[in-house]
Each structure stands twice: as C-alpha cells, then as structure tokens.
C-alpha cells in the first residue's frame, strides 16, 4: 500500500499560526507534514548526506522522524533561518560552524529538486531584491512611487528637495534575523530634516529612498499560486505605525476584507509570475483618489493575520498549492 505524500515545512522553532493551520490543511487532506526548524540545525537535527558511484542519499532526521529526500513530494520554504549554535561552542568557531551548516543546509535541499517548492528558493531570493521587484512591476502595469537607490549623498539629498521632504527610507532586502531571542527588524522610516544632514554615511552602506505615498488605506494582499486573498488596513491614527503599519499597536487599527478590480489583479499576477513565486505577500497603498500604487512584495511575508482575523483561507491555498490540487 502507497504512504500518504510527505510535505516538509521549513520554517524555525518561534513559528507557530500559519505552521500549525497549513499542517491542518495538509492533513485534511491525506498528507504527511514534517515540520523542519531551521535554526535547530545542526545542534538538535540531523542530516546526512552520502554520494557514490552507485547512488546518493539524503537523510533529515527531525526528532524520532526520519525521511529521505526521495520521500518527500513538496516543501513549503516558510523560513530558513540562521542555525542557533549552542553556548559550549568556541567562539573562535561559531562563524565557520554557521557557514559550514547554511552551505549544508544548501547542498540538503539541492537534493530534494524533485519536490514541489513554494517557493524555490533561488526565485525567492532573486525575488526580495526590491528594485528587481519595482521593475517587474512596472513592466507588469502597475504605478511604483519615484525610487532612488544610492550611497551618494548628494543624489540623496537632491532626491529628498526634489520631493519636498515627504521620502521614507528602507533597504534593498529585507532584514530580519534571530538575535538570540529576540528578532531584529528594520522598519520602512520618514526621512527627516536631521537625517538629511547625515547623509554623509551613506558611503557605509547604500539605502532606498522612496517618494512617501498618500494614504486612505493600505493593502496586504497574499498571492498563492495565482489566487489572490485581500486584507485593508487604516494606520493613519497610529502616530508609529503611520509610516509602516507594522509599528501600529493591536488597538490602534484592524483589518478588513478588501477586494481588487480585475485589472488590477490580473496586473499583480502578472507581476508574481515574472517573479517566479507561488507565494508572496503584497504591499499595495490605496490613494485618496482611488490609485493603487505598488510598495514590494515579500516572498515569506505574514499572512496569519488576514486567516486569523478575517477568516481568508489562505493556509487551505497553501495546501492545495503543495499537493498540486486545483
């Protein structure tokens, strides 16, 4: 008798919601789910890789679990975290040990190319480039604010005057990583008068400076495998979270559902075909006059929220994704 598909959920050990509902779905469905926390390895998981003349294997050992590569039908990549190497290591050592584990962690899921990814990491990685991001957009139809990507501060400042001071500042990829237990996260920020002062530390490291788009609302829209589930979100009495929703506390704004006109959902599906992903989470502005002006796409951005407080059954689309249901 054929075993029930194996699908493997990578992801790390502070995840929780969207793991568990996408379990679920999976479950309901017949499937086997193997949850795979990232930052776990190589200290509490481990992994093997044998090659010969004869053949290869590719073993993942999770716990009690154990699989083969060959097992497994489809990965969810819902995070890939930096490994959590353990206190007793010698810190001479700690940066050797994380590269070592990150380039077998790599070679791991090279061989699992038989399965089905969402997403395959090497679009979503190309993918989190943000003005990789804003071309494909407006090659797909769709408005992007003025952009400007630079380390000269002369551009920069000439940039913040030409916009009459209204510019916010991000980076070119997101970062997010494990800081021990706390996360660190870099926040879209307004770009102030003394910032423009400062700007001379631009030689460090470049920044994307964007125009600052007027607001009725923002959108969260969450793409999966051509499906399209839609959240509202009204920030603006947040004096945080006014420039970046997420800064805005749990009282201070909710979500809703929203609905997009089929012009422009058929422009955001555009847009996620050419980036190659069959998920990813879109920041959309709507505009005081009815325009809908495209921010970025984060190829493992949250959707919890929209399922938890909007009932969207976006962890059901991600299971159907997985097991090619249509």
């Known amino acids: ?31 086997r789910a193997l ?41 969810w990549a819902r995070r890939i975290w930096p490994p959590r190497l353990g206190g007793d290591l010698d810190e001479r050592f700690r ?12 070679g791991f899921f090279d061989g699992l190319g038989g ?11 190309a993918a989190e480039n943000k003005l990789l991001q804003l071309r494909a957009a407006r090659e797909a139809g769709l408005e992007i604010p003025p952009t400007l990507l630079t380390n000269d501060a002369a551009r920069a400042r000439a940039f913040y005057e030409a ?23 870099v926040y879209t920020s307004d770009v102030r008068a003394e910032d423009v002062e400062a700007l001379d530390s631009l030689r460090h490291c470049p920044v994307v400076f964007q125009r ?16 399209l589930f839609t959240g509202a979100l009204d920030a603006s009495g947040s004096a945080r979270g006014r420039t970046d929703w997420r800064l805005a506390g749990p009282d201070e704004c909710s979500w809703s559902r929203a609905t997009l006109k ?32 495209f921010l970025e796409v984060n190829p493992g951005g ?13 962890s059901e689309a991600i299971a159907e994704a997985l097991l090619g249901d249509k």
Do not use: Q
């Open 35 to 75: 949850r795979f926390d990232t930052d776990l390895f190589p200290e509490e998981v481990r992994l093997s890789a044998a090659l010969a003349h004869e053949g290869a294997e590719n073993v993942l050992r999770v716990g009690e679990a154990e699989v083969e590569a060959s097992e497994v039908r489809a990965v």
């Open 302 to 314: 949250e959707w919890g929220m929209l399922e938890h407080d909007l009932g969207l059954p976006i």
């Open 163 to 185: 916009e009459g001071g209204r510019v916010v500042a991000k980076l070119l990829r997101p970062l997010s990583v494990s800081m021990g237990d706390a996360p660190f996260f």
């Open 95 to 106: 940066a050797s040990c994380a590269r070592e584990s990150a380039a077998a962690l790599e």
């Open 262 to 293: 089929p012009p422009l959902a058929a422009r955001l599906k555009k847009l996620m075909r050419r980036l190659g992903l069959a998920y990813g989470a879109i920041d959309l502005i709507e505009t005081p006059d009815g325009r809908h002006v």
């Open 1 to 31: 008798m054929s075993r029930s598909p194996l699908v493997l959920l990578v992801t790390h050990s502070g995840d929780h919601f969207t793991v568990e509902r996408v379990a679920e779905a999976l479950a309901r469905r017949g499937a």
């Open 212 to 227: 600052k788009v007027e607001k009725l609302r923002e959108l969260r829209v969450a793409y999966v495998a051509g499906r």
């Open 115 to 125: 399965a089905l990814w969402v997403n395959d990491p090497r679009s979503e990685r």
